[in-house]
């Protein structure tokens, strides 16, 4: 297992330290970096344009396994080696085998597996942010769609090209794209394919903002710290009570609502930043 607290420049490949599965890459395997409070999680086949293949998601689950357990780690960074892509999506060579196998197969390794993926991101107790330096299509927008969070290169480019291949979004794509900016906005891009610019995926609320790329993980890195710099189960309630709270209505909503804010007024930070408040002192979580 990759040790969990390495330090700011150590970074772990976790081809070399966990089992690989009967389908891995090599040169697939995903680059973990912690330091700081910060895992940076980078998808490194740039090669392959940082296609997720079945390997890949496998090894990123485990990652976020180990994250969400190490309570040094409070904020997860993805990115993409090189600076073409983000990810150019499914690895739809590894793809095809499953679907020559026939349907039930294709849905068990390939659909299942990419929803389960992106679920996992989508309901992380710590937030995610998508550092978007390149091309993100396809299961790579999902998985931008899926996190709390993105910021992205002022070249980046995003679409949703499987109408191109014959099939829908499979990965979440036809249901978190239309809740995040329209249904109409999104069934433009997933029935044409087309792609759109960062700046175009800023203002339709696709990604929070696009930066230049120079700037582009020192401003997540920015980002991270002040969310670092709030107490931790505060942060966890807010992520739970939004995440979950989208698909209920108004009245379970504010129920779930409810509950986090229990959960987060049960620890002692809540002490700690009302006291701060009334003190006029800055808060000590």
Do not use: W
């Amino acid at each position: 297992m990759p040790r969990l607290r390495p330090s700011p420049s150590q970074k772990t490949n976790i081809q070399q330290a966990q089992p690989q599965p009967p389908m891995a890459a090599p040169h697939q395997t995903p680059l973990l970096e912690i330091g700081d409070g910060i895992a940076l999680l980078t998808l490194n086949c740039p090669d392959q344009l940082n296609a997720l293949d079945y390997a890949t998601i496998d090894s990123l689950m485990r990652l976020l396994d180990l994250i969400e357990r190490d309570d040094a780690v409070r904020v997860v960074i993805i990115t993409g080696a090189g600076d073409k892509a983000f990810s150019a999506g499914a690895d739809i060579k590894g793809f095809a085998g499953s679907i020559q196998a026939g349907v039930e197969t294709a849905l068990r390794d390939f659909v299942q597996r990419g929803q389960a993926f992106t679920r996992r991101v989508e309901s992380f107790s710590k937030p995610i942010i998508a550092a978007v330096n390149g091309l993100a299509y396809g299961g790579g927008c999902e998985l931008v769609e899926a996190c709390p969070l993105a910021i992205a290169a002022d070249t980046a480019l995003f679409a949703k090209p499987e109408i191109n291949l014959g099939f829908p979004p499979p990965f979440g794509g036809t249901q978190r794209l239309p809740r995040l900016i329209g249904r109409k906005r999104a069934l433009r891009l997933i029935l044409t394919g087309d792609a759109i610019t960062a700046h175009h995926a800023a203002h339709i609320g696709l990604i929070n903002e696009a930066v230049p790329a120079a700037e582009l993980l020192p401003r997540c890195r920015a980002l991270a710290q002040q969310i670092i710099a709030k107490p931790a189960v505060a942060v966890s309630a807010c992520l739970a009570s939004v995440t979950r709270g989208l698909n209920l209505s108004i009245d379970e909503g504010l129920a779930m609502e409810a509950s986090q804010f229990a959960r987060a007024a049960a620890n002692a930070d809540v002490l700690e930043g009302v006291a701060a408040f009334i003190e006029r002192r800055p808060a000590q979580f």
